[in-house]
Structures are given as structure tokens and as C-alpha cells.
């Protein structure tokens, strides 16, 4: 069976289409915000509750602090890059 160019064509605008569409599909998820979470122990290995941690961004000056769950845990989110 033969192709004609106008199915051949089509094909193509199809398949072009598809592409676009993959393309910015897959830019919408892209994240612009980032987090930083950690454990806070000390030399010994013991962890530490209730520690202050800050997080300071070097090219605004903004600085975020958090306090330490009873685990020794902390997280930022949502930070700008």
C-alpha cells in the first residue's frame, strides 16, 4: 500500500505537534523552589534537640533559621535557588 505525500505530510505535522507539546510538558516540571533538611549531632554521634540551625543565602543575605525536632532533625523548604 502506497503512502501518499498528503498522509505522509500529515504525519509529519502530527508527530511535530506531539513533539511540542512532550517538549513543554515536560518544562512545566521543572522546580524553582529547593529545601535542605539534615540531622544535627554532636563529635560523639549523640543527637542534638532543640538546636538552632540557620541557612543563609551568600548572594542576598537572607537568612531562614529552623529548631531541631526531639530527633535531631531540621528542614527548609521552599527556598528560592
Partial sequence: MKIGNRARTAA?????ICTVFHCAASAFGQAVRGSISGLVTDQTGAIIP???????NDA?????????SDGGLYTFVSLNP
Avoid: D, E, L, N
Fill in 12 to 16: 509529519r505535522i502530527v508527530m511535530s
Fill in 50 to 56: 532543640g538546636a538552632t540551625v540557620k541557612a543563609v
Fill in 60 to 68: 542576598t543575605g537572607v537568612a531562614r533559621s529552623t529548631v531541631t
